[in-house]
């Protein structure tokens, strides 16, 4: 793959900021006119004076436009802590490079952060596929926001070929590391457990983990549910290929779809139960539907939890 120059860099995570703001404040915007009220979407740079307290940081600018006095809000302020965790395996490039569930979740994960800055709440970052590539502190800055957009580029210009998943390890290790209560919120397809009850046990023991850690855990369940769920292909023989080992199987859609979906129909009702046990939220992220419901979900985890 080509390197970008400098300058490509650049406009690429001008153009990641440009969308996440447009998602966040087109979000912003349907709450406002909705009967959905009661969160706190302020901007980080500015919060109402509080009688009494110094007044060197007032922004005497605002004042002038607006009548009300203002302090200026340092970027270190936190409200609370949340941690984006990215599976990046080989299944998540589906169903293509550009236009799949990797691409959905790098977008849905840029305007989650740009909701954090405007909440003043510390976000992290981990990258993982069968293992954990990449991982950040908890931070709140506009430095920290574009640095881990960067590394949101990244993941999605270099998709990983032929590479599995291993959510568990990665969670043992948030939870080891983490030690202020926190957020964790992760996107992934959940293939790597499908129809493995052993996998499946692993998953919940490095979840309850979290929980014993008093984390907050939240799942979006990415899915193109059009093929992956529905399996809606034509009604011809199909040459399909597994993603992260290779294998190949030709079928007619047809002749399996029953099956299939009842064999999967099983799979997500275990999971579902399995996250009801341990009090995890579990959001269905359809990759063709957009992000209000994933702000949403965030939005009222956090109200719950300060």
């Given at each position: 793959m080509p390197q970008l120059s400098t300058d490509q860099h650049i406009r690429q995570l001008a153009n990641l900021e440009l969308l996440a703001r447009q998602v966040v404040e087109g979000f912003i915007t349907g709450l406002h006119q909705s009967p959905f009220h009661g969160f706190s979407v302020e901007f980080a740079e500015h919060r109402l004076y509080n009688n009494?307290?110094?007044?060197?940081?007032?922004?005497w600018k605002l004042l002038a436009r607006t009548d009300k006095l203002f302090v200026k809000q340092f970027e270190e302020e936190t409200n609370l802590r949340c941690y984006l965790l990215l599976d990046t395996s080989s299944s998540m490039n589906y169903p293509a490079q550009g236009t799949g569930k990797l691409q959905f979740s790098v977008y849905a994960i840029a305007s989650l952060m740009y909701l954090f800055k405007k909440q003043r709440d510390a976000f992290g970052l981990c990258l993982f596929s069968d293992k954990m590539d990449w991982i950040s502190p908890a931070?709140?800055?506009?430095?920290?926001?574009?640095?881990?957009?960067?590394e949101l580029e990244k993941a999605y210009d270099n998709p990983k070929q032929n590479t599995t998943t291993n959510i568990s390890q990665v969670l043992h290790h948030i939870a080891g590391e983490v030690h202020q209560r926190s957020m964790v919120i992760i996107f992934s397809d959940m293939l790597e457990n499908s129809f493995n009850p052993e996998k499946m046990q692993q998953l919940f023991a490095a979840v309850q983990h979290l929980k014993y850690k008093?984390?907050?855990?939240?799942?979006?369940?990415?899915?193109?549910k059009q093929h992956e769920l529905d399996f809606n292909f034509d009604n011809?023989?199909?040459h399909f290929v597994d993603i992260e080992t290779g294998a190949e199987v030709r079928v007619h859609p047809n002749k399996i779809r029953d099956s299939y979906r009842s064999a999967l129909k099983e799979y997500r009702h275990q999971l579902e139960l399995k996250c009801a046990q341990h009090h995890i939220q579990l959001v269905d992220a359809d990759i063709e539907q957009g992000y209000n419901e994933i702000l949403k979900t965030y939005l009222i985890k956090r109200n719950s939890m300060i």
């Open positions: 009494g307290e110094s007044v060197k940081n007032i922004d931070r709140s800055t506009s430095t920290h926001l574009f640095r881990l957009y960067a008093k984390h907050e855990v939240i799942i979006f369940n990415v899915t193109s011809r023989p199909h």
